[in-house]
Every structure is written in C-alpha cells, then in structure tokens.
C-alpha cells in the first residue's frame, strides 16, 4: 500500500509533465522521424536488396556505365580469309548478331589463388593476350583472388570487388567444386548476360573453370601449348564462341592444334569484339 503510493506519485508527476510537452511534439518530433525515416529507408533497401533487377528495381546490379569509355577501347582485327567456320553461345532475340561484351569497357579478370598451379596465372595471362589480340576486346588484369570455385557465382559482388561486375572469374578446379568437370572434361567457360534497357543482351561477367589435375598433367608432361590452348578455348566461350566440328579450330571440342585461334575462330571472335556500346548497363 505505502509502496503503491510512492509509485503512484512519481507516475502522475511524469503524467503532468508529458501532458505539458504534448502540444510541442508535432512541430519538431515529426519532421526528425520522417527524417531519420527518409535516410534510414532508401539505405535499408540498398543494403538489403528485397528487390530483383529483373522485376524492374535494379538493386543487384551496380551503377550503369561503371568503367564505359565514349569509344570501343581496342580495334577489332581485319576478319581472316580462310575456310573455318564459327558458332556463338547464345543469339540476340533478332536472330542474326550475337550476344557480346561491351567494347568500350575493358573486360576484367581475376585468377584464383585456390588451386593454382605454379605459372598457372602465367599461363592464364597469355591466354587471354592472344584471345584480347583476336577479338580486339580490351582485358585488365585484377591479379590474384581467393574466391573459391563454386557452381553459381553471383555476378555482382560489391563486397569482395566493389561497386561494379564482378571480374570474369578464372580458377583451377576440382569436380567436387565444380560438378560439371567430372568424366573427363578439361574445362568450362562462359559468361552472364543481362538485359540492356531496348532488351538487347549484353555479357557482364563470366568464368573459366580449369580441371586442376589434367592441367598439371597436361604441364607435367612439357604439353604447355595443349594447356595453354585450353586455357584458350574457355576464354572464347567466355567471349562468345560456342564449338564448331572443324577440328583445326580452337573451338572444336578437341581444341585444335595447340597454335592458338585459327581463321574460322578468329573470324568469330572479329564479329564479338564489334558489339554495341552499352552505357546504360
Ligand atoms: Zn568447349
């Protein structure tokens, strides 16, 4: 009873004070909610993404036009003569150009440190020198990574590689990171498109992956052309090119003769290095 009433006491007093401030609460408590409102809402849906890109709200995507020049950077080479022929991974929706990485961008890469044998990233660098002089696309080198192998590889990882696409990823794998290099197969490549504003599709991103064994196989055994043109052929996936039966071709499945792209590959990789610019992408 005697403890009721001293709580009771200082409860009416608080009562009276609030009761006083009352009619000054709306003139300044609401503008500073709505404001902390204002600053904390956009950055909780930047952090939290709720949204997907494809539904129109583009928050797994970074900034368009991250790194994009006003002009394709390198020079598509002259196409070839020759006989080879040509396929591509994946077509525009109009059927007759191919799905290609913007020229005025250069396309960066990375180099696993999982698994990388010694002067694997050697062997990776003149790889893709060969295949950038082929396409005229322009490459950056982002050196070493330690990301590891893994089947799905988000194509926008701000945290590990800032506000931009993610590097093309180049890693040798094992079959139990990368299911897909089981029974016998040598490596893996292509690349992720997404949709520019008219729907044109556009690369932002891909991977190489390498099987780690058969390339120390491959180097152990002096074959370093052979594992250099494997190298290769991934990379021209990555770029574009899908697999032709000619078998004097980079492209063919068997990978040609170790020299690096013949006239048909290289007439190929010519058209993808002349893709459209896409700034808004
Ligand atoms: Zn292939």
Redesign the pocket.
């Known amino acids: 009873m005697r403890q009721g009433s001293l709580v009771r006491a200082p409860g009416r007093h608080r009562a009276t004070g609030a009761s006083a401030s009352r009619g000054r609460r709306p003139a300044w408590l609401g503008a500073v909610v709505l404001t902390v409102l204002a600053v904390l809402v956009p950055l909780w849906l930047w952090q939290a993404r709720p949204f997907d890109s494809r539904h129109g709200f583009g928050v797994d995507s970074p900034p368009a036009g991250i790194g994009a020049a006003q002009a394709p950077l390198g020079a598509p080479p002259t196409m070839p003569g020759g006989t080879g022929g040509y396929t591509f991974m994946r077509m525009q929706a109009n059927g007759t150009d191919p799905v290609a990485y913007d020229p005025c961008r250069p396309i960066h890469f990375t180099t696993s440190t999982v698994g990388l044998p010694p002067s694997g990233d050697a062997l990776v660098r003149e790889a893709v020198a060969t295949m950038s002089e082929a396409s005229g696309l322009r490459f950056v080198d982002d050196g070493l990574t330690d990301e590891a192998p893994a089947p799905e590889r988000d194509p926008y990882q701000p945290d590990r590689y800032g506000d931009r696409w993610a590097p093309v990823y180049i890693a040798f794998a094992t079959p139990d990171q990368i299911p897909r290099l089981a029974g016998g197969t040598v490596g893996l490549g292509g690349s992720t498109p997404r949709a520019a504003g008219d729907g044109a599709l556009v690369y932002v991103t891909g991977s190489v992956w390498l099987d780690a064994k058969a390339m120390d196989d491959l180097l152990a055994a002096g074959r370093r052309d052979s594992a250099r043109a494997v190298v290769e ?1 991934e990379i021209g ?1 990555v770029l574009g090119l899908n ?1 032709v039966s000619d078998g004097s071709q980079l492209m063919s ?1 068997t990978g040609g003769a170790g020299a690096g792209p013949a006239d048909g590959d290289r007439r190929g990789l010519a058209i993808l290095g002349r893709g459209v610019c896409r700034p808004d992408l």
Do not use: A, C, D
């Open positions: 052929h996936h697999h499945l």
